[in-house]
């Protein structure tokens, strides 16, 4: 009995053994199983994602479109033509002193020329100057238009071009110049470089960044003098044509006039502020000279725009004269035309004109780029505004221009008593409206 009740303890350990064993193995059987089958499916399942990845549907497709610029439709009576060339943001533009050509400057890393007598062309030729590893924010001719330099933007620092004729052709025809690149100056400013100019008289050449360094140089890149603008934050600047006065304007409501000085015998002194135009409730951003550098336009954040006389006595303490006050919303740019008689005032896409002497608004251009403008221009003559906002330039008929002469005229006109400057001021006013006749393609009435 006790032989036999071992056996069967043993038998049923056994028995219990081979049982735990066999779930055992059932069980790992069905995990392997249902792993093998995981796998199969994924495997079969990773065709279909891969087609789908490589022949993507319609819906998923990328749009061919991104990160292209899609030509802007724009049209206005005055609208003369339309410069284009550049693939990337215009960002500023400069005439010439012989008036013969506009350059430009863009975020495609391109200065381009254009000459100003093919603007009534069908098609328009430039000349392309390339700049390597970077793009200029300024562009500015040299006094005899045989260069140029150029304030770029990844390194605050000045680069100057020179304009060579090819072959025997005159470098008055714009397709036979190249652009050759000269040198660069020693790297002074820390922060982005805000204005740039050259002196009229070609003596010197000066910059502003927005940290109020003030820089004058020599033609040659050497530091003549350097100083501290002072107006909390510059943000903008600019050089009257006659080279005699510098302009600066910043987070200070006021603007600063400052004058460069030379010697008898020509050599450079130093610069010294001479005159300080105060009225404006906020900063000023935009700053502009006529051509006889006796009238100045600021235009400010407090939404007005103003015009003054700074051809006054300063070394006897006289103050320049506030001749208008105009208003306007949130302009960002603002030119005064070379014979002073309209200012042109940007407010993001939009462009209004103005009779500088009565501040009445004498059109408005809307929505001319697709994007905020960043530059306006009047050419020499004062025949011609162009705006850039996007890649291309307009140019525009001076229209407001010569109404606002003749509104001038006619005041003359009532004013005068002899028979020959009567005579005189009335051909001026005939001619005037000729010019307005052929642009608007009606007679102007009288």
Known sequence: EWLLSENVIATTIIAGIIVIFLVFYGYVVKTQTAANEHIEEKEEGEPTRNKQINKPSKKNLP????????????????????LKGHSEKVSHLDFSSNGKYVASCSEDRTVRLWSVKEFKDKDHKCIRGNIEFDYASIVRFSPDSRAFIVALTREPIIRVYRLEKRGLDSI????????????????????DIIALDIASNGRFIVSLSRDDCLIVWSVKGDVLQRLSATQGGCSVGSLSPCGRYFAT????????????????????????????LSGHRAAVVALSFDANSTRIVTLSKDKTWKIWNIDV?????????????????????????????????????????????TT????????????????????????YLLTTGDRHIRVFHNAPGYRATIQELEGKLRKSSTPSLRSRIQTQIDEARTTLESILGEEEPT
Request: net charge negative; proline share 4%.
């Open 63 to 82: 749009n061919p479109n991104i990160g292209k610029k899609k030509d802007f439709t724009f049209n206005h009576p005055l609208l003369l033509t339309t």
């Open 172 to 191: 008055n025809k714009v397709n036979n110049i190249s652009v050759i690149s000269a040198i660069d100056f020693s790297k002074e400013h820390s922060d």
């Open 249 to 276: 304007a910043g987070f200070v409501a006021d603007v600063k006039i400052w004058e460069p000085q030379f010697n008898k015998s020509g050599d450079y002194v130093e610069t010294n502020k001479i005159m300080s």
């Open 313 to 357: 006595e300063f070394t006897r303490g006289e103050d320049p004269k506030l001749l208008a006050t105009g208003e306007c919303g949130e302009g960002s740019v603002a030119c005064l035309s070379p014979n002073s008689k309209v200012v042109a005032i940007a407010t993001c896409s939009d462009v209004n004109v103005y009779n500088a002497s």
């Open 360 to 383: 009445e608004l004498l059109d408005s251009y809307r929505d001319v780029h697709c994007e905020p403008i960043t530059a306006l221009g009047f050419d020499n003559a004062s025949r």
